[in-house]
T-cell receptor
């Protein structure tokens, strides 16, 4: 089985711009979760999608949003980028109640 | 609220020595606990979860509900164990949401 893939792997944006990150889960996995990883805050949960519905949401501002498509692929969007949004964004997929498998992440740098 | 604490940011041991990475949690219900590992330049991967009660790569972890701990242990550390280790918790009503600790960077010296 192919693992979780994330595109792009690296991204450089400037403050005020918006960005869209993509995640393709393992085939058959319907749950996709997103996490932000920074040196200061560690790994923090953003949101989870299951069967195209947001099932869980972390404590992030409304600038962070996501969606899931019928093929379980997911995208997350960050609008009005701030310097503090620079981070590694990880996506994880799982079958219901099973182990989460993580992707390699997208490294976002905001200048 | 759920919370995971890993008190040691850095841990350094010699090859062949025992190693214990500490993890304490706060959760009012029955949590599921995990250890994830991130080797250099590799993606985050599951090491073990408490419900499976497996030993992976010589590591074991026992859930102690009285002390709300889930410490990771290995009797004889190897150089290839050097990595970042994260303890994580999933609550009964949190779906797939994981709450991670801050992580412990383990270095095994030759």
């Amino acid at each position: 089985k192919a693992g979780v893939t994330q595109t792009p792997r690296y991204l450089i944006k400037t403050r005020g711009q918006q960005v869209t990150l993509s995640c393709s889960p393992i085939s058959g996995h319907r749950s996709v979760s997103w996490y932000q990883q920074t040196p200061g805050q560690g790994l923090q949960f953003l949101f989870e999608y299951f069967s195209e519905t947001q099932r869980n949401k972390g404590n992030f501002p409304g600038r962070f949003s996501g969606r899931q498509f019928s093929n379980s692929r997911s995208e997350m969007n960050v609008s009005t980028l701030e310097l503090g949004d620079s981070a590694l964004y990880l996506c994880a997929s799982s079958s219901e109640g099973d182990t989460q498998y993580f992707g390699p992440g997208t490294r976002l740098t905001v200048l | 609220a759920q919370r995971v604490t890993q008190p040691e940011k850095l841990l350094s041991v010699f090859k062949g020595a025992p190693v214990e990475l500490k993890c304490n949690y706060s959760y009012s219900g029955s949590p599921e606990l995990f250890w994830y590992v991130q080797y250099s330049r590799q993606r985050l991967q599951l090491l073990l979860r408490h419900i499976s009660r497996e030993s992976i790569k010589g590591f074991t972890a026992d859930l102690n509900k009285g002390e709300t701990s889930f410490h990771l242990k290995k009797p004889f550390a190897q150089e290839e164990d050097s990595a970042m280790y994260y303890c994580a918790l999933s609550g009964e009503t949190s779906g797939s949401r994981l709450t991670f600790g801050e992580g412990t960077q383990l270095t095994v010296n030759p």
